[in-house]
């Protein structure tokens, strides 16, 4: 076991070190964006196709979180880290030597292939590295990364790309991949995160699906991907609605968004702590937190100091979840890894039905602030999920389950 002391506060430098792992993967995908003109007319290739960089990573996202999950079930979850920081490495490499488009696509897809897995397996061995009634807040240190990387992967693509050009950025973040890779090589344990020997479920692919037979799961797995689609509804349209309805100039845009990624950090760690407090409770008052700040949003989206104060408290709400979901859905799947790489693609596929819904919403002439209200309509349902999975579960199970529950 590698457990802290319950007294300990100080976070153990092998979560510091999995923050750095979560803080690289997430600058390389959200980089891209501010470098898309660069790269398009440096390969000569429409802005279009350029974009295919970002869907391409996506893709390859929800693909690899949970197939390569399940290929690694059996191995230590150090070693697995450790590889997948290794694809990640060689990922970025090839984008910043990359001679032709193809091949950039190629080290993207490479890159992202390691983006579900990390998270699923980084938020296992983050927890057993503390105390049992710190663990959400633990995977919120590891997750504190990528919500940073956020907050400055546009600033900071356009800025290096525009002083060193945009190969420069993907070498910078193949050092932070060096950087993250010998820091878990160095601090954290071996064996950290791993099943007791003889502990049921086995490591074996079939065990890790029957672990995820559990209905509270998939109640869980459904809040999850429907908490992001309501909050992605209405951020992947949030430029139209600054500018069209807020009256913002186009180059207010990116510091808004900044503002957002700042509520994201916030809530991200005050969520782990409320989590680790009363997990159910946190998880059914974030998205109605969330849905009640989408629908004011909509309401006062021509206001611009009121959007200020709401897109922050729009990130606030919609990252408090995260880490209590994950700790969540693990500790009903009994640890199985199979569920965290399942929760990362039930996130993505809430982001892609959120951001389906918003764009119908417009394309019917709703107007700028439907997705507002489309995503306000969907983190209720997420209310309502969770708090059916909360009633299901009852005093004893979420006794036995619950944050301070030591994991088996």
């Not at 819904?357 to 969907?378: D, E, F, K, Q, R």
């Amino acid at each position: 076991m590698h457990r802290r002391a319950a007294g300990s506060r100080r976070a153990p430098t092998g979560l510091l070190a999995l923050a750095a792992g979560g803080f690289g993967i997430g600058l390389t995908e959200f980089l891209i964006a501010g470098l898309l003109p660069q790269v398009a007319q440096d390969f000569r290739v429409s802005e279009a196709a350029a974009g295919g960089l970002i869907s391409g990573y996506a893709l390859s996202v929800a693909v690899g979180a949970i197939v390569l999950t399940a290929a690694t079930a059996r191995l230590p979850r150090k070693r697995v880290l450790l590889g997948l920081l290794v694809l990640f490495v060689v990922g970025n490499l090839l984008s910043a030597v990359a001679p032709s488009y193809r091949v950039m696509l190629l080290g993207r897809i490479v890159a992202a292939l390691c983006h579900g897995s990390f998270f699923g397996i980084g938020s296992l061995v983050a927890r057993s590295l503390v105390a049992p009634e710190r663990t959400s807040r633990a995977v919120a240190v590891m997750f504190a990364g990528l919500t940073v990387a956020n907050v400055l992967g546009v600033p900071f693509g356009a800025l290096v790309g525009e002083r060193w050009g945009w190969r420069a950025a993907f070498w910078a973040v193949t050092a932070i991949g060096l950087v993250a890779l010998a820091g878990i090589a160095a601090r954290v344990p071996s064996g950290a995160g791993d099943p007791p020997a003889g502990s049921a479920p086995s490591a074996g692919l079939r065990a890790q699906v029957r672990a995820l037979r559990s209905g509270q799961v998939w109640l869980t797995l459904a809040a999850t991907a429907l908490g992001y689609g309501g909050m992605f509804g209405a951020f992947s349209y949030l430029a139209y609605t600054f500018t069209e309805v807020g009256g913002f100039s186009s180059t207010d845009v990116a510091w808004l968004l900044m503002v957002y990624g700042v509520g994201l950090v916030v809530g991200n760690l005050l969520g782990g702590r409320a989590a680790d407090h009363d997990r159910d409770r946190a998880l059914i008052l974030a998205p109605a937190g969330l849905t009640v700040t989408l629908t004011l949003f909509g309401l006062l989206a021509a206001s611009a100091t009121a959007s200020v104060l709401l897109v922050f408290l729009m990130g606030v709400f919609g990252f408090a979840a995260v880490p209590g979901m994950i700790t969540r859905v693990t500790d009903y799947a009994q640890g199985a890894v199979l569920a965290a790489g399942a929760n990362v693609s039930a996130s993505n596929l809430g982001n892609a039905l959120g951001a389906w819904a918003g764009g119908l919403a417009i394309t019917a002439g709703l107007g700028y602030t439907a997705p507002l209200y489309v995503g306000a309509v969907i983190t209720l349902t997420a209310v309502a999920v969770m708090a059916v999975a909360a009633h299901r579960a009852g005093p004893a199970e979420h006794e036995q389950h619950g944050p301070a529950a030591v994991r088996r």
